[in-house]
């Protein structure tokens, strides 16, 4: 039999991805989307944003802080698949860094 990768046997593991870890990236998703649609359609508009686009970086905002804590909360559980919980915190302190900028922006 031909073996793919190198290891021997099989490797049984109660290690699983914790629920949390996986909401954070989907809220970091959700979040990141979301900016990028509110810029891509201020673009369109010739720069010329109405008060929406405000509100949904505002709100997207408020997911990636809640994103933030589940994957800080997710990542402290023990025998976890650490993949999802980085990944949210990853997606999401990018999004809260891009959405502080473009409020920085905007009130200069």
């Keep these: 039999m031909f073996r793919i990768s190198g290891r021997k046997g099989y490797i049984f593991t109660d290690k699983k991805n914790p629920r949390w870890g996986i909401m954070s990236t989907i ?62 915190i990853f997606l999401n302190v990018l999004t809260v860094i891009a959405g502080g900028i473009i409020l920085y922006l905007g009130v200069i």
């Design 27 to 88: 809220l970091g998703l959700v979040a990141g989307v979301s900016i990028c649609m509110a810029v891509h359609r201020t673009y369109l508009n010739q720069g010329a944003a109405p008060m929406q686009y405000g509100a949904v970086v505002l709100l997207a905002l408020v997911y990636a802080v809640a994103g933030l804590v589940l994957g800080i909360r997710s990542l402290m559980e023990q025998d976890i698949f650490r993949f999802f919980p980085v990944m949210g």
